[in-house]
Structures are given as C-alpha cells and as structure tokens.
C-alpha cells in the first residue's frame, strides 16, 4: 500500500495552495506549519511573507483564510496575533486518515528505497577480553539505526570492526603454544561464561608472564612478527582466541536481544593485507609525509596544547601500523567493495578527534566526496549514580554481562509485584524483555552525544520516561482489547471526538514524521520520545474516555477500541525499532 498522507502534510498543502491564490505575487512561501497548543496546528510564514511583501500580516492573513475551501480537512481557522493562523481540523478527516493508516501493515510509514548503500559500524568489542560497560552504547544505538534505517528504505550493511588484531596476541599465542591446553572445555560445547572464564585466565597468566620473563617477552614478540606474516601455526592458534571470543560475544549479545552474523564481523585483520597499499596511495598523492621516519598526515586546525601540529600517524618509525591505516583501510574497503555512499561510525564521542582527522584524509585521497560522506555518530559516557565514570566499587569497570544480569533481576522483581496471572516461567520471559528494554529505552532516550546516568531504578521504574511505562500502557490495551471480546476495533468518522481522542489521534499520524526525522539526523531519542509521549496521552485517553462502558453507543466502543488498537501497534512497532520487546500481559 502507498504510504499515507499526514494530517500535518494536507493541511500544509491547503494552506499553500491558499497563499498561491490569494496572493500569487509570494510565489511558492512556506507556511511553517507546526503543532500548537492553542489549535491542532499553527501556520507562522505570513509574518515572513508580509515582511518581503510589505504589507500588514494580519490582512495578508485575511485574504489566506478567505481562498481556503471549506470543509473536509479544515474545520476552522482563527487569525492569531500579528498575523499567525491557529488551524483546527475536523474530528472526521483525523479518523480517515488514522483508519487509512491502520489499514497499512507499515502504519503508512513511507517506505521509499535510497539509491545508496549506508554502512553502520557498531558494537565492537575486543577479541580475548571482557566486555563492560563502555560497549553497552555502541552496540544498543547502532542496532536501533540499523532497524530504522532499513524500514525507511535504505539498505543497510552491518559492520562489527572488533579488535581482533596486534601485539597481545604474540603474548596470547605464545602462551597457548607452551601451554596447549588452557582453551580445553569439559563439554561439548562451550557457553559464553566458560570461553570468557578461559580467555581471562590465559590473558592473566601470559601477561604475567610476559612482564616477568624476559625470555618470554622476546619469544612472544617473535610470535607477533610470524603472526603478521601469516605463518600457519601462529595463524590457526589466532582464529582459535577468535572463534572462542565470538562464543561469548554471541552469548553477551543474545542476552541484549540483538542479532550478531557472522558474516558482518569484519575486524581489524580483515584489512591487514591493505594497509601497505594504503600507506603506499597516501604517499605517493602527496597526502601524508614522512616525519622523524613516521608516515603522518597534518591538518591546519589541529594542534598541541604548544602549539605544534598534532599528524594522524599513518605508519610508525618502526613500521608499526596506526589504528588510522587500518580504519583509512576499512573506508576504502567500505566504498570500494560494498559500493557505500554513507558511513556511520558508532563511536565514542572521546574519538572524535582521530575520526575527524581519518574523514578529511580520506576526502584528501579522494575516498569520501560530495557523493560518499562518513559520519560520526558519537555517543557520551555512560556515569554512576554519582555522575562519574560508572565503576564498581572496587574501582574496576563494571561488567556488561553483571549490569545486564541485574537490570533484568530488578525487572523480574517489578513483574512479579504486579503480575496476576502469569507463571513463573512468564514473569522470568517477562522480567527478561523488561529489563533488557529498560537498559536500552535508557541509553536510547538520551541524546547520543550526552553522557547518561545509569540508575536501574528509575530505569525499571512504571512512572515516568522509561520503557516500562510504556511497555505497560501496551499491555493495558491488549487486555482492554481480551475483553472487548467479539467487538470489532472500527472506524467512525461520523462521530464528535472528545479532546482527548483528538489528542492520541493527532499524535499517533505523527509516526511517520518522527521516523523519517530520526532517520535522517540519526537521533534515536527522538523517538523514544515520541513513543514516552504517545503512551502519556494514552493514560490520558484511558483515563478521561471509557472504552467499553454499557453508557457508550456500540458506534463509540468500536471507534474507542479502534484508537487502542492503533496505538498499541504504534508502539510496539516504535519499541521494535529500538530492539525493544512489548509483552501481552505485564
């Protein structure tokens, strides 16, 4: 079905077609329609027009309202101020146009396929360590742009840029050599916990090792350079801290309800072979320089606190690679192989400088252009209750797999509480989704580049801006909808709408708005917010109109029923955008 056309998009239209025939001289003015609280809408751009035009705004705004047709769409138009028009449209093109989005199994959202191909960089852990909660951002923002982006039309690769690569892994591998068996598992199979309990204990083992043996170090250091020349053994052994780090990733991103392929994990060492030919072009065309034996770029902009140029360090004196070869690497290899026209990187907002300093040497290679842009879309801290770094109490970093493990603990606690009729085996599926949609609702709800305090009780908490409220207005509808019965959710557009039916239904025609706003700026938040407000005036609808009173008129009941219907598949599908479960029954 074609996408459907928003309150706010007609009225728009209307009003535009008005100013064009009353005043043809404006030409094609915008009128700056937006959301009012003093009307269903409010039109500012004759104040502009009068001001270009020279003439009063309040009687240009007369002759707009007198060419606009009576009726179907517009129900009343009020000359405001010093010329602005406070639109309210009638109670029956707001159910048509609802009805004719619910008619649609994409809610009317538009689906409009881009040309291009975007490539998301995200959730990238580190092969051989733990993850903490520094990767929690990365991870749960980029796999909500992901979802987004694809129901919006844009195709969509995936890329996980783990750190699989460099020189710990001569420690790693060395001592796996001499001590061939600290990867052994009992079972058949490991689970996440194991291979992580293992990659922890060789890790401590061989560091320790390595600072006290000095015999060691240089045998580990050896084991880096055949591990660089690909010699067989050192290679099979590598893949071998890999294939055990992927159990636990997966295992860790299974817990956060998140999809990882295979296919799309593309670490470090995918572009090992291209690093010298990359070194090699940036040369050669002049855009990085040799200085004290380094390959470096410089910029104009970018100094020390001394005031000298800071470079992006390409290649080391001693012939080492820069995390800036391999990421110039991955851009090449992103525009070149997967034909991408955009890169969005998932990325600590602290890297800001050396991605801005690898974007401008790539456009100087002719890599990025006006055709093929990379984006940046940095996220903040994640801070303890106090407002610093979120550490534990020893001081250690807290453990993504601990973090998680209590935010769905805490959550079952609230399931419970309230649950009347479900089992222990829901209230534990339950408290899963709760507490999973609670810690990413929480992340997502703040604006990607500001830090967030991680506080689990507000997080599972039924008042106010948080995923639980409105996964429970969602399964308030569902029950409202099991008793109803054999009454069928419908449309009628022939009936008065109270103030609190107008105000659900002109929010939910919104959705298709709100994505394509968050698609194209890459801002998450804004539709948790979306969501947050139209679960809020949910309440309020449930609370001022009663759906299935013996008072109301069978007409009523369907129309009431019809509103709770379209609003629970709004959200749910918002909260699916997000990574975001909606439970039947809370």
Known sequence: MASVTSLASTVDQRIADALSAALPEAGSANPLLRRSDRAD???????????????????????????????????EVEVSGPGFLNITVTDRAIIETLAARAADTRLGVPFEPNPGTTVIDYAQPNVAKEMHVGHLRSAVIGAAMVEILEFTGEKVIRRHHIGDWGTQFGMLIQYLIEHPHELDHKGAAASGEEAMSSLNRLYKASRALFDSDEEFKARARDRVVALQAGEPETLALWQRFVDESKIYFYSVFDQLDMEIRDPDVVGESGYNDMLEETCRILEETGVAVRSEGALCVFFDDVKGPDGNPVPLIVKKTNGGYGYAATDLSAIRDRVRNLDASTLVYVVDARQSLHFKMVFETARRAGWLSDEVRAVQLAFGTVLGKDGKPFKTREGETVRLVDLLDEAVERATAVVREKARDLGEEEIAERGKQVGIGAVKYADLS??????????????????????????????????????????????????????????????????????????????????????????????????????????????????????????????????????????ERL
């Open 41 to 75: 809408f409010q039109a500012n751009g004759l104040l502009a027009l009068a001001k270009k035009l020279k003439g009063n705004p309040r009687e240009l705004a007369a002759q707009v309202v007198a060419a606009l047709p009576a009726g179907d769409v517009i129900k």
């Open 446 to 583: 703040t604006s990607a580049a500001r830090d967030y305090k991680f506080d689990l009780d507000q997080m599972v908490s039924l008042n106010g801006d948080t995923s639980v409220y409105i996964q429970y207005a969602y399964a308030r509808i569902q029950s409202i909808l099991r008793k109803a019965g054999d009454t069928t959710a419908t449309a009628h557009p022939e009936l008065e709408l109270a103030p609190a039916e107008r105000a659900l239904g002109l929010h939910i025609d919104q959705f298709g708005e709100v994505l394509a706003e968050v698609a194209a700026a890459y801002e998450p938040h804004k539709l948790t917010a979306y969501l947050y407000q139209l679960a809020s005036l949910y309440t309020t609808f449930y609370d001022q109109c009663h759906v299935l009173s013996d008072e109301n008129s069978p007409a009523l009941v369907e129309n009431r029923l019809f509103l709770c219907a379209l609003t629970a598949r709004t959200l749910q599908q918002g909260l699916a955008l997000l990574g975001i479960r909606s439970p």
